[in-house]
């Protein structure tokens, strides 16, 4: 599956896949064949980064 290209989208898809399926962001992006940064590059456009302790986006 592709990701969403709007961020404000993809950080909500990616946040209910880490909630429901994955213990981390790298175990995620492994799974689906995403890369990391490109993730983290496009989420933080919009103010996101991520959070280890709690797995999540904010």
Excluded: H, W
Aim: proline fraction near 5%.
């Amino acid at each position: 599956m592709n990701l969403p290209n709007d961020p404000a989208i993809l950080v909500s898809y990616v946040n209910t896949q880490l909630r429901d399926f994955y213990p981390s962001l790298e175990e995620f992006c492994k799974a689906n064949n995403y890369n990391m940064q490109e993730i983290l590059n496009k989420l933080a456009t919009i103010g996101y980064s991520y959070d280890e302790k709690q797995n999540r986006f904010k």
